[in-house]
């Protein structure tokens, strides 16, 4: 039988590499073989340096560490894959109340509201009992 287990840890030394934020180039072509697949074969240069760009963003180089809960993948209905693109920030999907609103601001000042925006209803109650006219 042959000792899978001290073969991997043997060869698998050979691989390492320590990788800086510099080096997106090779990070690209990791991620290309990462991402090779039949779905995305046609964009898979800009799936990969998607991918590399938004792990960068959130990459924390002195810690040596990634807080993937920073990236968030989100689908769309409609569209295709060269439509994909990373976005530096928050995507809100609202829908449009009136054809001539803007559909993209940049420097914004936004209030995230965790209540109803609108004024409660008032808590007094009237009622009028009429039993005869």
Request: aromatic residues 6%; glycine residues 6%.
């Amino acid at each position: 039988p042959i000792p899978c287990v001290p073969w991997q840890s043997q060869t698998s030394g050979q691989y390492q590499r320590r990788v800086h934020g510099d080096d997106k180039d090779f990070l690209i072509r990791t991620a290309k073989t990462t991402l090779n697949s039949k779905i995305i074969n046609r964009h898979l240069d800009m799936m990969a340096e998607i991918a590399v760009d938004a792990v960068l963003s959130v990459c924390d180089f002195e810690r040596n560490d990634v807080n993937f809960d920073l990236i968030k993948l989100e689908g769309k209905e409609g569209g295709s894959l060269g439509d994909t693109k990373l976005v530096y920030g928050i995507v809100l999907d609202k829908e449009f109340s009136h054809p001539q609103m803007p559909q993209n601001h940049e420097d914004v000042k936004l209030a995230m509201l965790t209540c109803p925006f609108e004024p409660p209803k008032p808590k007094t109650k009237h009622k009028l009992d009429i039993t005869s006219a």
